[in-house]
């Protein structure tokens, strides 16, 4: 089966600086889905990858799947107070016709934003 | 409103009880997912159904049972409950086939004494 090793698995970092959080697969990766996930509350999709190679941003955050598709990192810049919470890759291990409906997710990785 | 909403949000039992959590979505989503989730472990796929009346397990389904006799409903089931089953459990849906995003509930917190 699938499995997601995420690391850190917690950090802290000052508000302002930036930060990556990787996620490594021990399969291929056909699809990479990140989430964010706040404290005591369900889980916000942010970005999907499919591409080797391919890499997306929404606001201050940035994904990318590496060319071998089986690494995706997650970098934030100039972190801010509202970026804190825990984030969560989740993976196809198979090609699918109908998105991502046998999710495997890391164990997450929890980030606080110190001021 | 529109949503996936969870039900109840936090419940304590005790061991050997039968306990049912619902999950609710407005949308007419096909894929439906039940997920536990436990420090060190993540998220874990316990049951996903694709469409009324069609179920199947995911990772970890032993202690429950699912039904999904609507399309908008699919209720999680602990037929007795043990300690091991505390956890916070994340009701899901998904849109459409080629979205890749899952709307996640937001979450109840079982306790089992």
């Known amino acids: 089966s699938q499995e997601l090793e995420q690391s850190p698995q917690s950090l802290i970092v000052q508000e302002g600086k930036n930060l990556t959080i990787n996620c490594t697969s021990s399969?291929?990766?056909?699809?990479l889905y990140w989430y964010k996930q706040k404290y005591g509350e369900g889980l916000i999709f942010l970005m999907m990858?499919?591409?080797?190679?391919e890499e997306k941003s929404h606001e201050k955050i940035t994904a990318k799947l590496d060319e071998k598709k089986q690494q995706s990192s997650l970098h934030i810049t100039a972190s801010q107070p509202s970026h804190a919470g825990i984030y969560l890759c989740?993976?196809?291990?198979?090609?699918?016709?109908?998105?991502?409906?046998?999710?495997?997710f890391g164990t997450g990785t929890r980030l606080t934003i110190i001021p | 409103d529109a949503g996936i909403t969870q039900s109840p949000r936090y419940k304590i039992t005790e061991t050997g009880r039968q306990v049912t959590l619902m999950c609710h979505q407005t949308?007419?989503?096909?894929?439906m997912f039940w997920y536990r989730q436990d420090l060190g472990h993540g998220l874990r796929l316990i049951y996903y159904?694709?469409?009324?009346?069609?179920?199947d397990k995911g990772e970890v389904p032993d202690g429950y049972v699912v039904s999904r006799s609507k399309t908008e409903n699919f209720p999680l089931t602990l037929e007795s409950a043990t300690r091991s089953q505390t956890s916070v459990y994340f009701c899901?849906?998904?849109?459409?086939?080629?979205?890749?995003?899952?709307?996640f509930g937001e979450g109840s917190r079982l306790t089992v004494l």
């Open positions: 989740g993976a196809d291990s198979q090609i699918s016709n109908f998105g991502n409906e046998k999710l495997t």
């Open positions: 399969k291929t990766l056909y699809g």
């Open positions: 990858l499919q591409k080797g190679g």
């Open positions: 949308w007419s989503h096909s894929y």
């Open positions: 159904s694709a469409a009324a009346d069609i179920t």
């Open positions: 899901a849906s998904i849109q459409g086939e080629d979205t890749g995003e899952l709307f």
